[in-house]
Structures are given as C-alpha cells and as structure tokens.
C-alpha cells in the first residue's frame, strides 16, 4: 500500500528552483499528501517503526511537510514533538538555507537523541539546516528519515558525516548548479515549483 501511495505522487516536469539553490527538471507535488490521514497512515507507520529502535527522545521536521511528519511519527512512538521554521534569505548559493527552532523549544530539546525529518528528501537542504539548528540548541541526532529519498546528493551528504538514513523507498533524480543546468543552457524559463504550472498552450 504504501509503495501505490509514493508512486502516485504527481510529477510535474519543468525547469525548476530547488530550495537547496540546485536546478532540477522534475519536482514532485507533495501539497496534498497530508490531506487524507487515512491514505498516508501506512507511510507513518511503516517509517514510525524503522526510528523506533533508535530509542528517541524526540522528533523533528522543517515546516511544513517536515513538520506534519514529525507530529505523526512523535505521537506513533510517543516522543515529543519539535519543528523548524525557514529564515527568509537572499543568499543564492548552494545549500545556504537557514532553518530555526522556535524560541521556546529551544531549551526543550537540550540534551535529547532527535532524529529528524522530511517527507521527501533530495539535496536536503532543509534537513541538513534543521540538524545544524538542533546542534546549535544541544540536541544530538540520532538518525534522519523520510518517505522518499530522491538522488544521491542528500543521500552521500548523511552518509558521509555518520548519520543513519531511514527510508521507504529512493528513486533516481538529478540535480544541477546553475552553472551546470542543461535548462538553462538552452534558455529555459525557470520555474518556482511552488507556483502552479502555467496551462499549456496548444
């Protein structure tokens, strides 16, 4: 069940602006896979089980899919539950997002094994951000997970600094630095994945 619910994720293909600063030509729309509790209750569970042995003290997840991911997994294995906001930034270099912890949960999290993470995972730009503000506030992390990791840029990034990595399910996906673009080379308009796509003109 869990596979049908990844593998009918809508892919839309385009040219697009990852938040991680890399460009991709593939993006997954991931906006409506919360909506149905019901549908995306195997997906917790299943994930809720592979951080179990890692004996949690909490779990946390950037806004906002991250985040609704977090919640679920906390309240399956009954840890708390923690989430990072993004820091708006204007900084157009790779893999520069800035996440934050809420000031509140900042003094909380002192101290506890937290793993972390993200419905979907590619360059993890919001994970890795969201690790380096939990360290900052003295959590150690004792795994990352997601539903779905995509390509091997955030995949070798977690191997190579000792983090476990959890996952349902990995599919192949390429990512490029602007200057290395393909689409861009051959004048593409970029896109904000973000925006509906624009209709198509026949």
């Not at 993006?27 to 089980?49: I, K, M, N, Q």
């Not at 900084?91 to 934050?100: E, M």
């Amino acid at each position: 069940m869990r596979e049908d619910v990844l593998a009918a994720l809508p892919v839309r293909r385009g040219h697009f602006l990852l938040e991680s600063g890399y460009h991709a030509d593939t993006w997954l729309t991931l906006d409506a896979l919360f909506a149905d509790p019901e549908a995306v209750a195997p997906l917790v569970a299943a994930l809720a089980g592979r951080l179990r042995p890692y004996e949690l003290q909490g779990v946390c997840g950037p806004l906002l899919g991250g985040a609704f991911l977090a919640q679920a997994i906390a309240s399956s294995i009954g840890v708390r539950f923690y989430y990072s906001e993004l820091v708006a930034s204007s900084d157009a270099a790779l893999l520069v997002t800035k996440y934050q912890l809420p000031v509140a949960l900042r003094s909380l999290v002192r101290g506890e094994r937290v793993a972390v993470v993200d419905d979907v995972i590619s360059a993890g730009s919001s994970v890795r951000a969201t690790v380096a503000a939990l360290t900052d506030a003295g959590a150690s992390i004792s795994a990352v997970a997601a539903f779905m990791v995509l390509g091997d840029v955030g995949w070798d990034h977690f191997v190579g600094h000792g983090m476990p990595i959890e996952t349902l399910q990995r599919r192949k996906f390429e990512v490029w630095a602007p200057e290395q673009c393909p689409s861009c080379r051959s004048g593409t308009k970029l896109e904000d994945p973000r925006e509906p796509a624009s209709p198509s003109v026949s």
